[in-house]
């Protein structure tokens, strides 16, 4: 089975840019992937950012951006907000199979 | 508005079973492959199974093949995930999520003697 990895935890400065990526054990991360990213607050439920690589959702805040980015599948915020400090996760597809990154807690400081 | 309401959870002992369900309202329910991810608490996500959009397809996660069963229901527009022979590492929250990323609420199975 495929590993996702994505960091462990990552620090962003409030206002500005940082870019949380998504890596596959098989090789580059494609759009057949159809890479996903998840939000989950503390003792929330997780909340989906982006679809399909780069697609957001009505609530998702324009400060986030999906892409495909040196073989990855990647997050990028610009613009963090206290309100964006949160665990993220990515889920890729392998032909019909699942599979989750571990997660990166981001914190806004 | 999108809905998917998960029911099923509850306590039971190793060995057992329990079927969990998913209502999904809002959207066309034909048109989306259906997930089961789960989370145990304090601990990351975990894809589970999902099935393709007419049901002629099923991929599971390894740990739970043989034992976890998900189909659907275009005509209750509810996606099932029949749990069988369940561990004590099965114990988590279960949701159901859509393929374009909208989430259950969740239930909780834990399994315990």
């Known amino acids: 089975q495929a590993v996702v990895t994505q960091e462990p935890s990552l620090t962003v400065s409030p206002g500005g840019t940082v870019t949380l990526t998504c890596g596959s054990s098989?090789?580059?991360?494609?759009?057949?992937?159809?890479p996903y990213w998840f939000q989950q607050k503390s003792g929330q439920a997780p909340r989906t950012l982006i679809y399909?690589?780069?697609n957001r959702h009505s609530w998702t805040p324009a400060r986030f951006s999906g892409s495909l980015l040196g073989g990855k599948a990647a997050l990028t915020l610009s613009g963090a907000q206290p309100e964006d400090e949160a665990e993220y996760y990515c889920?890729?597809?392998?032909?019909?199979?699942?599979?989750f990154g571990g997660g990166t807690k981001l914190t806004v400081l | 508005e999108v809905q998917l309401v998960d029911s099923g959870g509850g306590l039971v002992q190793p060995g057992g079973s329990l079927r969990l369900s998913c209502a999904a309202s809002?959207?066309?329910?034909?048109?989306?492959?259906m997930n089961w991810v789960r989370q145990t608490p304090g601990k990351g996500l975990e894809w589970v199974a999902n099935?393709?959009?007419?049901?002629?397809?099923?991929y599971y996660v390894d740990s739970v093949k043989g034992r976890f069963t998900i189909s659907r229901d275009s005509a209750k527009n509810s996606v099932y995930l029949q749990m069988n022979s369940l561990r004590v590492e099965d114990t988590s929250v279960y949701y159901c999520?859509?393929?374009?990323?909208?989430w259950g609420q969740g239930t909780l199975v834990t399994v315990s003697s």
């Open positions: 098989t090789g580059a991360v494609t759009s057949g992937h159809f």
């Open positions: 889920l890729l597809y392998y032909s019909g199979l699942g599979v």
């Open positions: 099935i393709r959009e007419d049901g002629s397809a099923k």
């Open positions: 399909d690589t780069s």
């Open positions: 999520v859509n393929s374009r990323g909208y």
């Open positions: 809002g959207f066309i329910f034909t048109n989306y492959w």
